[in-house]
């Protein structure tokens, strides 16, 4: 912390421990902390060092969070001694993080309870808002409990009260909207009370799909909530809103679009971008600017702008419960993309407002970490973040009753916070999904303790991670080495192929060790909302014609969805989704980023092949295994031509065997089949039926270039 001009700056380095910067002058001894309550003024024992031009205090009692400190010189100098580091210490936690389950507006028929947490405020007041107006109704002064928690009570129900928080913390007002609102009104400016009791008989049909037998039952479906209805041809009213989702959409050619065709599709997740509220849309506007949210502003809310009745604050959650409703009625299940890794903007965030400091990871240098590249890291080993993590995770678990989340940026988190949550949600629903991104972000945490794919083993079979060493090895970079679908593939990278098909779990026959405990970690992708599309990878790299375009793209989704593990589609990626050769669309127009369903009509047979393939991976459980003994045992190399890898699942007491053939090459493959008897094809490099497309009597097949071929018997 450095001072401005001649002013002074103290704080706290730790809860026995004071510093002070600016112009100090001497005697030395002369220097002191006072307390200040109720206008009286009590001198702190202190012993007063001077090193390197910061005047040092030593405490013997530790400072207490909320009282008003100020440190005074011989030559009438003052500052107000502010939280500091304080907040960042282990002692700190532990005298004041709350385990209650009450933070927030709790609204009942007979009166609501506010609570926040706030250990270093002196002050809190509650501030009323009427609707529309800028400057408060009423503020009421809150009073601390225990732990740093403030409270009021407000008689009778108060739901759709706009109200926020006004604190005064380190000798400045702030006010701040409340961080467990469940809703606000438009672009944030207030906070919502919610009553949950008067919204469950809104317009809501709540139908749980079907249960799930295993996590490697799941197909993900990427999608985003805009993108989705926004195209001239989706067929629906409601266009990039949460209700047009479900209306029942068709093309002008007759072809079905929105929800009736992902059940068509056969996926069994949907996975939606960020619906928690996002700032770098304007929700006044009609038609605002386009983002894919990942820039989180109250992560209990959901975003305003896909919302229809807008202005009315209950709308957004009314609205997106629909939208999940629709879907589970459909037998489809969601799964939100959730964004704790950071804020919008940090100095903006109710968090950081409340208690400054605390929620946040700094750098050695005292700055902000920016591990995620925004301008700031959340810091989930504090646990009080780790804490406003899960309970934000059960609030959509239990408000909206999804059915997954997928964390981004998830290796910015630490492996005890995922763990916890993940033990926490599987005892409330043990079906969940639960997967993220594993990178390794340059933040300051231990690398054993980020949840990294590195560490993918410490999470055990509780949280999947995309697996990029997968992508790459099937798609290959943009600017890089060739993946399989490149053909010319040395020995190494087919191995490497097999080793991801498998699982990427222990191989211990050819001395490889896992990345994954089981199968069920491995999130198996070619493409998301992040990069190009493949379709335009594709074009952009090489000089391919569309007619190899179409077979490698269909070569790499065949991989998606017949690779142990569980497979992730892209939303379009059935029909060659471009986004016209745009890399990073994350603000682009809404006409680079939406479902085109003009492909989906000019497309259809792709659209039927990954219907078959997804069919086939239903039908045929050895597609699904999860336990690593189990893949050990049934999933076998066999013997192939150059660039064309070749897998035998052996069958179970219920179904045949499978082959698997993969062919790369620019050429025809003439493969040899290991067993004697008569073959079942129902995959080539057209048709991909549980209905078989022929027999083969011979011992050997011919498997056409870049394309698949799935045989049984």
Same mark, same amino acid.
């Given at each position: 912390?450095?001072?401005?001009g001649?002013?002074?700056?103290?704080?706290?380095?730790?809860?026995y421990?004071?510093?002070?910067k600016?112009?100090? /002058?001497?005697p030395? =001894?002369?220097w002191?902390?006072i307390?200040?309550?109720?206008?009286?003024? !009590?001198?702190?024992?202190?012993?007063?060092?001077?090193s390197?031009?910061?005047l040092?205090?030593?405490?013997?009692?530790?400072?207490?969070a909320?009282?008003r400190?100020?440190?005074?010189?011989?030559?009438?100098?003052?500052?107000?001694l502010?939280?500091?580091?304080?907040?960042? !210490?282990?002692? &700190?936690?532990?005298?004041?993080?709350?385990?209650?389950?009450?933070?927030?507006?709790?609204?009942?028929?007979?009166a609501?309870?506010?609570?926040?947490?706030?250990?270093?405020?002196?002050e809190v007041?509650?501030?009323?808002?009427?609707?529309?107006?800028?400057?408060?109704?009423?503020?009421?002064?809150?009073?601390r409990?225990?732990?740093?928690?403030?409270?009021?009570?407000?008689?009778?129900?108060?739901?759709?009260?706009?109200? !926020?928080?006004?604190?005064?913390?380190?000798?400045?007002?702030q006010?701040?909207?409340?961080?467990y609102?469940s809703?606000?009104t438009l672009?944030?400016?207030? +906070?919502?009370?919610?009553?949950?009791?008067k919204?469950?008989?809104?317009?809501?049909?709540?139908?749980?799909?079907?249960?799930?037998?295993?996590?490697?039952?799941a197909i993900?479906?990427e999608?985003?909530?805009r993108?989705?209805?926004?195209?001239?041809?989706?067929?629906?009213?409601?266009?990039?809103?949460? %209700?047009?989702?479900?209306?029942?959409?068709?093309?002008?050619?007759?072809y079905?679009?929105?929800?009736?065709?992902?059940?068509?599709?056969?996926?069994?997740?949907?996975?939606?971008?960020?619906?928690?509220d996002?700032?770098s849309?304007?929700?006044?506007?009609?038609?605002?600017a386009?983002?894919?949210?990942y820039?989180?502003?109250?992560?209990?809310?959901?975003?305003?702008?896909y919302?229809?009745?807008?202005?009315?604050?209950?709308?957004?959650i009314?609205?997106?419960?629909?939208?999940? $409703?629709?879907?589970?009625?459909?037998?489809?299940? #969601?799964v939100?993309?959730?964004?704790?890794?950071?804020?919008y903007?940090?100095?903006?965030?109710?968090?950081e407002?409340?208690?400054?400091?605390?929620?946040?990871?700094?750098?050695? $240098?005292?700055?902000p970490?920016?591990? /995620?590249?925004?301008? =700031?890291?959340?810091?989930?080993e504090?646990t009080?973040?780790?804490?406003?993590?899960?309970?934000?995770l059960?609030?959509?678990?239990?408000?909206?009753?999804?059915?997954?989340f997928?964390?981004d940026?998830?290796g910015?988190h630490?492996?005890h916070?995922?763990?916890?949550?993940?033990?926490?949600?599987?005892?409330k629903k043990?079906?969940?999904?639960?997967y993220?991104?594993?990178?390794?972000?340059h933040?300051?945490?231990?690398?054993?303790?980020?949840a990294t794919?590195?560490?993918? +083993?410490?999470?055990?079979g509780?949280?999947?991670?995309?697996?990029?060493r997968?992508?790459d090895?099937?798609?290959?970079? %943009?600017?890089?080495?060739?993946?399989f679908?490149?053909?010319?593939? $040395?020995?190494? =990278?087919?191995?490497?192929?097999? *080793?991801?098909?498998?699982?990427?779990?222990?191989?211990?026959?050819?001395?490889?060790?896992?990345?994954?405990?089981?199968?069920?970690q491995?999130?198996?992708?070619?493409?998301?909302?992040?990069?190009? /599309?493949?379709? $335009?990878?594709l074009?952009?790299?090489?000089?391919? +014609?569309?007619?190899e375009?179409i077979?490698?793209h269909?070569?790499? !989704? /065949?991989?998606?969805?017949?690779?142990?593990?569980?497979?992730?589609?892209h939303?379009?990626?059935? *029909?060659?989704?471009?986004k016209?050769?745009?890399?990073?669309?994350?603000?682009?127009? #809404?006409?680079?980023?939406?479902?085109?369903?003009?492909?989906?009509?000019?497309?259809?047979?792709?659209?039927e092949?990954?219907k078959?393939?997804?069919?086939?991976?239903?039908?045929?459980?050895?597609?699904?295994?999860? =336990?690593?003994?189990?893949i050990?045992?049934? &999933?076998?190399? %066999?013997e192939?031509p150059?660039?064309?890898? *070749?897998?035998?699942?052996?069958k179970?007491?219920?179904?045949?065997?499978?082959?698997?053939?993969?062919?790369?090459s620019r050429?025809s493959?003439a493969v040899? %089949?290991?067993?004697?008897?008569?073959?079942?094809?129902?995959?080539?490099d057209?048709?991909? +039926?549980?209905i078989?497309?022929?027999?083969?009597?011979s011992?050997?097949?011919?498997?056409?270039?870049?394309?698949?071929?799935?045989l049984?018997?």
């Amino acid at each position: 912390m450095e001072p401005k001009g001649n002013t002074l700056v103290a704080w706290m380095e730790d809860l026995y421990t004071a510093k002070v910067k600016g112009p100090v /002058t001497t005697p030395m =001894n002369e220097w002191k902390i006072i307390q200040k309550e109720n206008d009286k003024e !009590t001198d702190i024992v202190t012993t007063t060092t001077f090193s390197n031009g910061v005047l040092i205090f030593q405490v013997e009692e530790p400072f207490l969070a909320g009282k008003r400190y100020e440190v005074r010189g011989p030559a009438k100098q003052s500052a107000h001694l502010l939280s500091g580091k304080a907040v960042r !210490t282990p002692l &700190f936690d532990k005298l004041y993080a709350y385990s209650g389950t009450d933070l927030g507006a709790v609204c009942t028929n007979n009166a609501t309870h506010f609570a926040v947490w706030a250990p270093t405020a002196e002050e809190v007041m509650l501030m009323i808002y009427e609707r529309d107006k800028t400057n408060p109704k009423d503020s009421i002064p809150m009073q601390r409990s225990e732990r740093g928690v403030w409270r009021i009570k407000l008689t009778g129900c108060q739901h759709g009260l706009r109200y !926020t928080y006004k604190v005064f913390v380190n000798g400045m007002w702030q006010e701040s909207l409340d961080p467990y609102a469940s809703s606000s009104t438009l672009n944030g400016q207030h +906070s919502v009370v919610i009553n949950w009791e008067k919204l469950d008989g809104k317009a809501r049909n709540p139908v749980q799909p079907p249960p799930m037998g295993q996590k490697t039952d799941a197909i993900i479906y990427e999608v985003h909530v805009r993108d989705f209805t926004a195209h001239l041809y989706s067929g629906v009213r409601n266009k990039g809103k949460y %209700l047009g989702w479900t209306e029942k959409g068709k093309t002008p050619e007759g072809y079905s679009t929105t929800i009736p065709y992902l059940k068509e599709m056969g996926v069994t997740h949907i996975q939606l971008l960020p619906v928690q509220d996002f700032g770098s849309v304007d929700e006044l506007k009609n038609s605002p600017a386009y983002n894919w949210g990942y820039d989180p502003i109250h992560h209990f809310v959901p975003e305003g702008s896909y919302a229809v009745n807008k202005s009315q604050p209950e709308s957004r959650i009314i609205e997106l419960r629909q939208l999940i $409703d629709t879907l589970h009625c459909e037998g489809l299940r #969601v799964v939100l993309d959730v964004v704790f890794n950071h804020f919008y903007v940090r100095e903006n965030a109710s968090l950081e407002k409340l208690v400054p400091g605390y929620y946040f990871r700094y750098g050695n $240098d005292d700055l902000p970490a920016d591990g /995620t590249g925004v301008g =700031n890291d959340t810091a989930s080993e504090r646990t009080m973040m780790k804490k406003y993590i899960i309970d934000c995770l059960l609030h959509w678990l239990n408000n909206y009753e999804v059915d997954g989340f997928r964390f981004d940026l998830m290796g910015i988190h630490d492996v005890h916070t995922m763990k916890e949550a993940a033990f926490v949600l599987h005892q409330k629903k043990p079906s969940l999904l639960l997967y993220g991104e594993g990178w390794n972000m340059h933040t300051p945490l231990e690398e054993n303790q980020k949840a990294t794919i590195e560490q993918a +083993s410490q999470l055990g079979g509780k949280i999947g991670f995309f697996n990029d060493r997968f992508r790459d090895a099937v798609k290959g970079h %943009l600017s890089g080495s060739n993946g399989f679908i490149h053909a010319n593939q $040395d020995c190494e =990278n087919l191995d490497n192929i097999a *080793f991801y098909m498998r699982g990427s779990i222990d191989w211990s026959s050819r001395q490889r060790e896992g990345i994954f405990v089981d199968a069920s970690q491995s999130i198996n992708y070619v493409e998301c909302h992040d990069n190009y /599309t493949l379709w $335009d990878q594709l074009k952009i790299r090489d000089d391919f +014609s569309k007619e190899e375009r179409i077979k490698m793209h269909r070569l790499a !989704t /065949t991989m998606v969805l017949t690779a142990q593990g569980i497979p992730f589609l892209h939303a379009g990626q059935e *029909f060659f989704r471009t986004k016209f050769g745009v890399e990073n669309s994350y603000n682009a127009p #809404v006409w680079i980023n939406q479902i085109d369903w003009e492909r989906r009509e000019l497309f259809h047979s792709n659209i039927e092949y990954v219907k078959g393939l997804i069919q086939i991976r239903k039908r045929f459980e050895a597609f699904r295994l999860q =336990n690593a003994a189990e893949i050990s045992k049934r &999933f076998e190399r %066999l013997e192939a031509p150059k660039d064309t890898l *070749f897998f035998k699942l052996h069958k179970n007491k219920k179904e045949n065997n499978l082959y698997v053939i993969l062919n790369a090459s620019r050429q025809s493959a003439a493969v040899p %089949l290991p067993d004697v008897g008569i073959y079942q094809v129902i995959v080539d490099d057209e048709r991909a +039926s549980l209905i078989p497309l022929k027999a083969v009597h011979s011992n050997r097949i011919e498997v056409r270039p870049i394309s698949a071929m799935i045989l049984y018997k």
